[in-house]
């Protein structure tokens, strides 16, 4: 009993992938390219173990000698940076029972040194400038984990041949978990969590008086995946949710919303009282009772937190960011805490980090500072982890890439 050679070699690949249990991404194609399904494998499978497929021995020799060749090869994954390391923890977890994938941690100092030797870069906290990029002689793919690429010079990167993509947030729960910490922020804020921590430490009941979200008017400020994602959250709240961007167009409502056009913009004005464009900023500010900005950083939105915006914002009204610290003013926004304009302020990001300890906004207690943790929770990072993962698996195979958001 004989069969097709091609088929014969996708079956004896199929073969050799399960009965490893490995490259499970390699059998997913295979059984597309093979057009058989898993009862005609097993079917198949039972044949060629019972002795009918003996003179296919030479294909299966030449297909494990393939192999084993392509498993020779290391693809590395360079993570620069200390900081936020359980992105590359996961990630090793992720890739552990792959040999011929190697995921490394360097020191900032270093990465110039090393980044000749990998194929993916995988950016937190670093700028990777034309000059770093220039030695990644073997580079195939630059990435940064979470959301945004502002860390990466792409048009340097562009000029070298490397790809440059962002992991999509709406896929990874990473915008669902900073809009959490948003809300988390606004209730600190309320609440007064730091005179709370004071009452404790004094033995006091009752007090701080604090406030309540029912009947606050929340301006987000840059509605993309997070604002989407804080939106659908505060609207059991019962507030009030104005939002600007830059287009309202149907295909620029975020990824998490339905496919049906029509639908996307029926959920979003369900979840929206009034919606302005980015121009309108000052306008909506002047409305709200919370601020929360999710602005994407660039050399527009740079510093735009300033002082004619918190100043257009309403005496004693809130001010929440959990995008990037310097889309903030620093001087702007300690001299309106100062003169008690900014009834406060929670932050996620900062101007500068890791956050100075002893810096002097900090002593009002009014602020809210967390060390740049919204994007990182279990499920987030371990889907941003699978992300980089199967782009390695994908890379080593020489698939095409997918998963991703290619930005040049």
Not at 15 to 33: D, E, G, Y
Not at 86 to 93: L, M, V
Not at 357 to 372: A, G, Q, R, S
Request: aromatic share 8%.
């Amino acid at each position: 009993m004989l069969m097709d050679p091609s088929n014969a070699i996708r079956l004896i690949l199929l073969r050799k992938v399960i009965v490893n249990k490995k490259r499970l991404i390699f059998t997913r194609s295979m059984l597309v390219l093979s057009n058989l399904s898993l009862f005609d494998v097993s079917f198949l499978l039972l044949l060629y173990e019972v002795g009918f497929f003996i003179n296919l021995t030479g294909f299966l020799g030449e297909v494990e000698q393939m192999t084993t060749e392509n498993d020779k090869r290391i693809t590395r994954i360079l993570f620069c940076g200390p900081h936020f390391p359980a992105s590359q923890n996961y990630t090793k977890e992720y890739l552990q029972n792959y040999s011929f994938i190697q995921v490394d941690a360097v020191p900032f100092d270093k990465v110039l040194d090393v980044i000749a030797d990998y194929h993916i870069c995988v950016v937190k906290d670093m700028r990777l400038d034309s000059n770093v990029i220039s030695h990644a002689k073997n580079m195939k793919l630059l990435m940064q984990f979470g959301v945004g690429v502002e860390g990466i010079d792409t048009i340097a990167a562009t000029r070298c041949g490397i790809k440059v993509a962002r992991i999509p947030g709406g896929a990874t729960g990473n915008a669902t978990s900073c809009a959490e910490m948003a809300i988390y922020l606004m209730l600190g804020l309320l609440r007064k969590q730091n005179e709370m921590q004071i009452s404790v430490q004094q033995k006091k009941l009752g007090e701080p008086v604090g406030e309540t979200l029912l009947g606050k008017t929340v301006f987000i400020m840059g509605f993309g995946n997070i604002g989407f994602q804080l939106a659908k959250r505060l609207r059991p709240f019962e507030v009030k949710i104005i939002a600007t961007k830059r287009s309202w167009s149907p295909s620029d409502t975020p990824d998490s919303c339905q496919s049906n056009e029509h639908v996307q913009n029926n959920v979003i004005d369900d979840l929206i009282d009034e919606k302005g464009s980015h121009e309108e900023i000052f306008k909506f500010a002047c409305k709200a009772d919370i601020v929360v900005c999710c602005l994407s950083l660039n050399h527009e939105t740079a510093g735009i937190i300033n002082k004619n915006f918190i100043s257009s914002m309403r005496k004693g009204a809130l001010l929440v960011n959990i995008a990037r610290g310097k889309l903030l003013d620093y001087d702007a926004v300690a001299y309106h805490l100062e003169s008690g304009h900014l009834g406060g302020l929670g932050i996620d990001v900062a101007w500068s980090e890791p956050f100075d300890p002893h810096d002097p906004i900090l002593k009002f207690k009014n602020v809210l500072i967390t060390p740049h943790v919204a994007g990182v929770t279990e499920h987030s990072y371990r889907s941003m982890a699978k992300v980089v993962g199967d782009v390695a698996l994908q890379l080593h195979d020489g698939h095409p890439l997918w998963g991703i958001e290619f930005v040049n």
